[in-house]
């Protein structure tokens, strides 16, 4: 039997998160107020950070979770609902798998202004298949299968450590699907996916450069876990 592992858990996060929810949703509010009116979000995620005593993990949830009002609306924009059958997607691999492990991990997740999950794992070059990858994967086909894909290209960052591994069984999980699988190793998977039309990411940079995107992690968490706990750090509404 294989090692359970809890991906993306940390101790204190009921603390951070839950406990301290409402200071939380304060920075929130100002760092969504100072970004909206040009302040760099850098800068303005530290000086908030500062000012409500911030641990690293709750800055790193505030700077994911909050955007500015134009990036939202744009990003909704070119949000699909639904995809085109017999259509290609583009999967930022790591960045979907991850997030999807987080959440058969029942760890914490990010619920954020533009609609997508973001995760607080960082990868930092290193990645290692877990007994929650199996079933990250099995997700991801069951929704492009429902979603009647034709083919899906996953895009998958070369300098992290068993990328090879996950490639191998991504392709083990997809044998005998109706979603046809190409693979592309690359350095540099952020910029590929700049232009791209059904793009699956929750990568902030990306969904700014692609053309349009579907929100694959969010979708697969509704029909597979159902009511998630997600943290929910917003700014002040858009009017």
Not at 53 to 70: G, P
Not at 97 to 108: G, K, N, Q, R
Not at 125 to 142: C, E, H, N, V, W
Request: charged share 30%; proline share 3%.
């Amino acid at each position: 039997m294989s090692k359970v592992v809890k991906r993306g858990y940390a101790e204190n996060d009921e603390k951070e998160f839950i406990t301290q929810i409402d200071k939380l949703r304060d920075a929130g509010r100002d760092l969504h107020y100072l970004m909206n009116r040009g302040y760099p979000s850098k800068n303005a995620s530290i000086f908030v950070g500062n000012h409500y005593l911030l641990s690293e993990r709750q800055r790193l949830a505030l700077v994911r979770s909050i955007a500015t009002d134009q990036a939202v609306a744009s990003r909704k924009a070119k949000e699909k609902a639904r995809l085109e059958p017999g259509c290609e997607v583009s999967i930022d691999c790591f960045n979907t798998v991850i997030s999807l492990e987080i959440a058969f991990s029942d760890s914490t997740l990010l619920l954020c202004m533009d609609g997508t999950i973001r995760d607080l794992a960082g990868l930092r070059g290193t990645y290692r298949l877990i007994d929650k990858t199996r079933p990250a994967i099995q997700s991801i086909r069951k929704l492009l299968e429902t979603e009647n894909v034709k083919t899906a290209h996953f895009l998958i960052d070369a300098p992290v450590s068993n990328s090879g591994r996950l490639k191998a069984q991504i392709a083990e999980l997809f044998s005998g699907s109706s979603v046809e699988t190409e693979f592309a190793v690359i350095r540099d998977v952020d910029r590929s996916l700049y232009g791209r039309d059904n793009v699956i990411t929750s990568d902030a940079v990306i969904l700014d450069h692609c053309r349009s995107w579907f929100n694959l992690v969010r979708r697969a968490i509704e029909l597979e876990i159902g009511d998630y706990p997600f943290v929910e750090i917003q700014g002040d509404p858009v009017c």
